[in-house]
């Protein structure tokens, strides 16, 4: 995966994201945690491809 792969996937995360923390922000914490699980498991592929 390119690293404009990565930016598109995290941009598409983050609008979700942004969505259903606005439909329930009770959330929060749960969702921020699973988005920077999965921006640390993208890095960490970027990082293995270079």
Known sequence: MDSKTNRQIMGIIAIIV??????????VAYLLGIVLIAYGIMELINRGME
């Not at 942004?18 to 959330?27: L, S, T, W």
């Open 18 to 27: 942004g969505v259903i923390i606005i439909i329930d922000p009770a959330i």
